[in-house]
């Protein structure tokens, strides 16, 4: 099924209930296509992207599923997309201390410097 047929709010319970799987998981095989769609709107669709990694947030705050999510869709999110959203993700961080923590589990991988200063300036502590 493509991503268009499936709404975020699908996208992202999957991907959480992809993660709480054992990685041997034969069940697990069968929700890939969250962890693909995830990441496909991340990189095509920062507005969707962003809303769906919202939307985790809403429904799953545990630190299994923060630390997937900050090494995974967010880090993708900024490094693709951070310029653009920097500025939203610094005004957020104002009210919001769970987004702040998920920033300090993220890691620079190809952001620029410029970027991640910004970001590591608004992060809680890595943890």
């Known amino acids: 099924m493509a991503i268009e047929e499936r709404g975020i709010g699908e996208i992202a319970a999957s991907w959480i209930a992809l993660h709480r ?5 034969p069940e697990r095989e069968a929700l890939f296509w969250a962890f693909c769609s995830a990441h496909e709107l991340v990189i095509e669709d920062p ?3 962003w809303a769906m990694i919202e939307e985790i947030r809403r429904l799953d705050g ?6 997937n999510l900050a090494a995974g869709p ?18 957020a961080c104002g009210r919001d201390q769970q987004l702040k923590r ?3 589990a993220t890691w620079q991988n190809d952001m ?16």
Request: overall charge negative.
């Open 47 to 49: 507005e969707k992207g």
């Open 102 to 104: 998920l920033l300090g």
């Open 112 to 127: 620029a410097d410029a970027l991640w200063a910004r970001i590591k300036a608004i992060a809680a502590p890595s943890w």
């Open 74 to 91: 967010l880090e993708d999110l900024l490094v693709a997309h951070g310029e653009q959203l920097i500025e939203r993700i610094e005004a």
């Open 21 to 25: 799987l054992a990685e041997e998981s």
């Open 62 to 67: 545990s630190d299994l599923i923060l630390s």
